[in-house]
Nanobody, 120 residues
Framework: QFVESGGGMVQPGGSLRLSCAAS????????MTWVRQAPGKGPEWVSS????????NYADSVKGRFTVSRDNARNTLYLQMHNLKPEDTAQYYC???????????????WGLGTPVTVSS
């Protein structure tokens, strides 16, 4: 199970930090991924981090603005988002497993998500 938090409404240029508390599995054994879905659009892979937290990758659309991290002692995944843009508006989900530009974990391994709205 996953419980995402930290979403909200922010003005363009603002920042948010998303958290995802994981339970029910050995968190430190799995790569983790953030996926987002904007209204009326399909899912979009955002970022993934490996099980130990020493490797991560990002979608081009967020590279340089978002940072993924994890705390395996707390079974928690994070996404720090800076310089937010209106096009970042979406429901953000954490997911168990790795991903990349053309793939992401099966939806059965997603949380319920947290909403992010970027608007002036």
């Amino acid at each position: 199970q996953f419980v995402e938090s930290g979403g909200g409404m922010v003005q363009p240029g603002g920042s948010l930090r998303l958290s995802c508390a994981a339970s029910g599995f050995v968190f430190s054994n799995y790569d983790m991924t953030w996926v987002r879905q904007a209204p009326g659009k399909g899912p979009e892979w955002v970022s993934s981090i490996n099980d130990s937290g020493d490797y991560s990758n990002y979608a081009d659309s967020v590279k340089g603005r978002f940072t993924v991290s994890r705390d395996n002692a707390r079974n928690t995944l994070y996404l720090q988002m800076h310089n937010l843009k209106p096009e970042d508006t979406a429901q953000y989900y954490c997911a168990r497993g790795g991903g990349g530009p053309y793939n992401y974990p099966d939806r059965n391994y997603w949380g319920l998500g947290t909403p992010v709205t970027v608007s002036s």
